[in-house]
């Protein structure tokens, strides 16, 4: 018999709300500001400007998915509040990440970190999903369904080393491309 406690969720969602808004937060707050008021000084920014979306459908995401998931989550585990923490303390370097992408577009190294970053998130959600399953039983059935591996991790890895193979033959902007393509078909995916 394990002597293992179990911990209610509750406590570790209210920390990650606040994180993610403090993200979001730092994000818009990194938007420069155009030079003048005019469509000009706005189009020269676009680069942020894209960035900043595809970081922000980032957050948004992870917020959505992590609250699908813990709404039917009865119990954590010491693994589990760990998980999140590395967790955050991954995707709490997307603003930096993303002001770096921002002012280097066609830079390789920016944009290999930048999904870096998204690919190590993914790779602590597979290991969170597998914990969670494994210490949920009585919500097996729904757990399973919403950390549906395939769809919401083995899809965007792929596309995110699609994007990495082809920033390596010449194209450093296809990172961001892809982790606008994967946040895009999860948005999508999670409406159905």
Request: charged share 10%; hydrophobic share 55%.
């Given at each position: 018999?394990s002597?293992?406690?179990?911990?209610?969720?509750?406590?570790?969602?209210?920390?990650?709300?606040?994180?993610?808004?403090?993200?979001?937060?730092?994000?818009?707050?990194?938007?420069?500001?155009?030079?003048?008021?005019?469509?000009?000084?706005?189009?020269?920014?676009?680069?942020?400007?894209?960035?900043?979306?595809?970081?922000?459908?980032?957050?948004?995401?992870?917020?959505?998915?992590?609250?699908l998931?813990?709404?039917?989550?009865?119990?954590?585990n010491?693994?589990?509040?760990?998980?999140?923490?590395?967790?955050?303390?991954?995707?709490?370097?997307?603003?930096?990440?993303?002001?770096?992408?921002?002012?280097?577009?066609?830079?390789?190294?920016?944009?290999?970190l930048?999904?870096?970053?998204?690919?190590?998130?993914?790779?602590?959600?597979?290991?969170?999903?597998?914990?969670?399953?494994?210490?949920?039983?009585?919500?097996?059935?729904?757990?399973?369904?919403?950390?549906?591996?395939?769809?919401?991790?083995?899809?965007?890895?792929?596309?995110?080393?699609?994007?990495?193979?082809v920033a390596?033959?010449?194209?450093?902007?296809?990172?961001?491309?892809?982790?606008?393509?994967?946040?895009?078909?999860?948005?999508?995916?999670?409406?159905?």
């Amino acid at each position: 018999m394990s002597n293992e406690k179990f911990m209610d969720p509750g406590r570790l969602e209210a920390f990650y709300d606040a994180i993610i808004a403090i993200i979001v937060t730092v994000l818009v707050l990194e938007l420069p500001q155009p030079a003048t008021a005019s469509l000009a000084s706005i189009w020269a920014l676009r680069t942020s400007y894209f960035a900043y979306l595809i970081s922000f459908l980032v957050c948004a995401n992870l917020w959505q998915y992590h609250h699908l998931i813990y709404n039917h989550v009865e119990k954590i585990n010491t693994r589990i509040i760990w998980l999140n923490i590395l967790l955050m303390f991954v995707f709490s370097l997307v603003p930096y990440l993303t002001i770096f992408v921002a002012n280097n577009p066609n830079s390789l190294i920016p944009q290999l970190l930048y999904g870096l970053d998204f690919i190590v998130v993914d790779l602590i959600l597979f290991l969170m999903a597998k914990t969670l399953l494994k210490i949920n039983s009585n919500s097996e059935d729904y757990l399973k369904k919403a950390l549906n591996v395939r769809e919401a991790l083995y899809i965007p890895f792929i596309i995110l080393i699609v994007g990495f193979i082809v920033a390596l033959l010449g194209y450093p902007i296809a990172i961001s491309v892809c982790c606008l393509i994967t946040m895009l078909r999860s948005i999508i995916y999670s409406l159905h």
